[in-house]
């Protein structure tokens, strides 16, 4: 636009996207503080060492395996949900199993929704992460007890990595 010149129709356009874009950096500035305290609050009530829990690019079919910073693994899909793996990596002796789950969050006036391991919960604060990492936990050991046997038969989905004996 020249100085003392109406605004052309394209102008406008470009000018419309600017309330837009700071508003996407505003929601992924509070994706990643939740998907931060989701991570680190899991962590925490397993009790699990820093080595044996991270997060991964999933929506770039990463693997459980491979670790990338959580700022770098959280994407958007088509539906505005922010997409992270997370890898929770089993050590017992001679036998090792790292779980991926997807993490997946999308939220809207103060209130989240969050889904991990096939179950949706509603997040308005660091009180309700409890029960996801509850149920996290509850579908590990599920995992170790009939996963291979669900995963043999076509049940569910899931990113794994086995080794051992």
């Known amino acids: 636009m020249t100085l003392g010149l109406p605004m052309s129709k394209y102008d406008e356009l470009c000018k419309s996207i600017v309330p837009v874009f700071e508003e996407f950096g505003r929601y992924k500035t509070e994706a990643h503080k939740l998907a931060f305290r989701i991570v680190e ?5 397993l009790d699990c060492p820093m080595s044996k829990l991270w997060t ?17 693994a959280m994407k958007t899909d088509r539906d505005s949900w922010w997409n992270i793996g997370v890898a929770i990596h089993l050590d017992a002796g001679p036998y090792f ?29 660091d009180t309700d992460l409890e029960q996801v990492f509850a149920w996290v936990f509850e579908d590990l050991i599920h995992a170790n007890e009939h996963g291979l046997e669900e995963t043999l038969r076509g049940g569910i989905r899931r990113k794994i990595g086995f080794g051992g004996e």
Do not use: C, H, M
Not at 41 to 45: E, V
Not at 56 to 72: A, I, S, V, Y
């Open 41 to 45: 609050g899991l962590r925490s009530y």
């Open 56 to 72: 991964f690019d999933w929506l770039n079919n990463e693997g459980p395996e491979t670790q990338t910073p959580l700022g770098r």
């Open 97 to 125: 199993f790292t779980q991926g789950y997807l993490l997946a969050l999308r939220g809207i006036d103060s209130e989240w929704q969050v889904s991990i391991a096939g179950k949706d919960f509603t997040v308005r604060g």
